[in-house]
């Protein structure tokens, strides 16, 4: 599985739905669940998630 991801910085929820093919709903949920990573504040009404977080979490689902 190949992901065009950065090496650092954030990803909107939209780039994060592109790498898990889920819905917005399912993912909050998994993140209420502590099954993916929290996001960050950028702003009031900007959210977002670590591009390392969301790279953890891709090692761990190969495991």
């Given at each position: 599985?190949?992901?065009?991801?950065?090496?650092?910085?954030?990803?909107?929820?939209?780039?994060?739905?592109?790498?898990?093919?889920i819905s917005k709903s399912?993912?909050?949920?998994?993140?209420?669940?502590?099954?993916?990573?929290?996001?960050?504040?950028?702003?009031?009404?900007t959210t977002a998630w670590?591009?390392?977080?969301?790279?953890?979490?891709?090692?761990?689902?190969?495991?």
């Open positions: 599985m190949k992901h065009h991801l950065p090496e650092t910085g954030f990803l909107r929820l939209p780039q994060v739905l592109k790498v898990f093919p399912s993912w909050w949920a998994g993140v209420k669940a502590g099954q993916y990573p929290k996001p960050v504040k950028l702003g009031p009404k670590r591009v390392e977080d969301i790279r953890t979490l891709i090692a761990n689902l190969g495991k």
